[in-house]
């Protein structure tokens, strides 16, 4: 757990100015490639949260609006803060038909705190690029009495144990650092990972968890793209990625005819503040 909490740190404890700018370059290929929430999550978390239609929510880095516009096109009044520059105009864009959704190009660090202002505090795979030791506390002060803290994680997408094996071996040439496939063990480990630094904080109770499983079939492009929204791709040196991708493509078009197959874990924890 202790080397869990670790990794988990190593992204939060990049400097404040890296941290916004960590996607731009995949800015684009964020917003067409990443799954989104499904509904049936999403009715989940609303149920389990007991938000009321008139509920008010701040949403934590929003990104591109990935699960923002799932509550904004349920009438939810939202304000969304995201320091990315290349996110927030890309949110702007997905959420200029809702009325009831303002967006904010800020840090949740950097903004002027609004105690007891909000049902529910919702990060959607951002939470933990912020401080735990700022984040829990300050999401806690914005809450109103019973408000609830709404995190949501959407694990890599995999292909199959076997699939997954034939582009190991491309990996293996070009990327072993890369080549890893988490098993359905290890996944819920991580979640329970998560849960753990929730109830550590100390600021929320009742914590809650739920899981859905999705199943999406991605092109060879769409696949490439998608992995290129991953840190470890964003980081990867451009001839080496060249490399890896050309030959990843040509074993996924001739192989398995040019898609895979992949499935992937929407999962939450819900906490009600202390």
Same mark, same amino acid.
């Given at each position: 757990?202790?080397?869990?909490?670790?990794?988990?740190?190593?992204?939060?404890?990049?400097?404040?100015?890296?941290?916004?700018?960590?996607?731009?370059?995949?800015?684009?290929?964020?917003?067409?490639?990443?799954?989104?929430?499904?509904?049936? $999550?999403?009715?989940? !978390? &609303?149920?389990?949260?007991?938000?009321?239609?008139?509920? #008010?929510?701040?949403?934590?880095?929003?990104?591109?609006?990935?699960?923002?516009?799932?509550?904004?096109?349920?009438?939810?009044?939202?304000?969304?803060?995201?320091?990315?520059?290349?996110? $927030?105009?890309?949110?702007?864009?997905?959420?200029?038909?809702?009325?009831? !959704?303002?967006?904010?190009?800020?840090?949740?660090?950097?903004?002027?705190?609004?105690?007891?202002?909000?049902?529910?505090?919702?990060?959607?795979?951002?939470?933990?690029? &912020?401080?735990?030791?700022?984040?829990?506390?300050?999401?806690?002060?914005?809450? #109103?009495?019973?408000?609830?803290?709404?995190?949501?994680?959407?694990?890599?997408?995999?292909?199959?144990?076997?699939?997954?094996?034939? %582009?190991?071996?491309?990996?293996?040439?070009?990327?072993?650092?890369?080549?890893?496939?988490?098993?359905?063990?290890?996944? /819920?480990? @991580?979640? #329970?990972?998560?849960?753990?630094?929730?109830?550590?904080?100390?600021?929320?109770?009742?914590?809650?968890?739920? /899981?859905?499983?999705?199943? !999406?079939?991605?092109?060879?492009?769409?696949?490439?793209?998608?992995?290129?929204?991953?840190?470890?791709?964003? /980081? %990867?040196?451009?001839?080496?990625?060249?490399? %890896? $991708?050309?030959?990843?493509?040509?074993? @996924?078009?001739?192989?398995?005819?040019?898609?895979?197959?992949?499935?992937?874990?929407?999962? $939450?924890?819900?906490?009600?503040?202390?």
């Amino acid at each position: 757990m202790e080397n869990f909490k670790q990794t988990i740190a190593s992204f939060s404890n990049k400097d404040l100015e890296v941290r916004k700018n960590w996607y731009s370059p995949a800015a684009e290929a964020y917003n067409k490639a990443r799954p989104r929430y499904p509904q049936s $999550f999403i009715e989940q !978390v &609303i149920k389990a949260a007991q938000l009321s239609p008139d509920a #008010k929510i701040l949403e934590v880095g929003c990104g591109p609006g990935t699960a923002t516009t799932s509550f904004a096109q349920l009438g939810y009044s939202m304000l969304c803060l995201e320091p990315n520059p290349d996110f $927030f105009e890309l949110a702007k864009q997905n959420c200029q038909l809702y009325p009831n !959704v303002e967006i904010q190009n800020s840090s949740f660090e950097e903004w002027d705190l609004q105690p007891e202002q909000f049902d529910a505090v919702l990060a959607a795979s951002s939470f933990h690029w &912020i401080p735990a030791e700022v984040g829990y506390p300050k999401a806690a002060n914005i809450l #109103k009495d019973n408000g609830h803290l709404l995190l949501f994680w959407n694990k890599e997408l995999q292909p199959s144990y076997a699939v997954y094996q034939r %582009l190991s071996e491309v990996y293996q040439k070009h990327a072993p650092s890369l080549d890893r496939y988490e098993s359905w063990e290890t996944q /819920q480990a @991580i979640f #329970k990972g998560f849960g753990s630094i929730v109830i550590d904080s100390g600021k929320f109770k009742d914590i809650q968890f739920g /899981q859905v499983t999705s199943e !999406v079939v991605y092109s060879t492009d769409e696949y490439l793209t998608l992995l290129n929204t991953y840190s470890p791709y964003i /980081q %990867l040196d451009a001839d080496t990625k060249k490399i %890896l $991708f050309a030959e990843l493509s040509q074993l @996924i078009n001739n192989d398995f005819g040019g898609s895979l197959q992949l499935s992937y874990i929407s999962a $939450f924890h819900i906490g009600k503040k202390n």
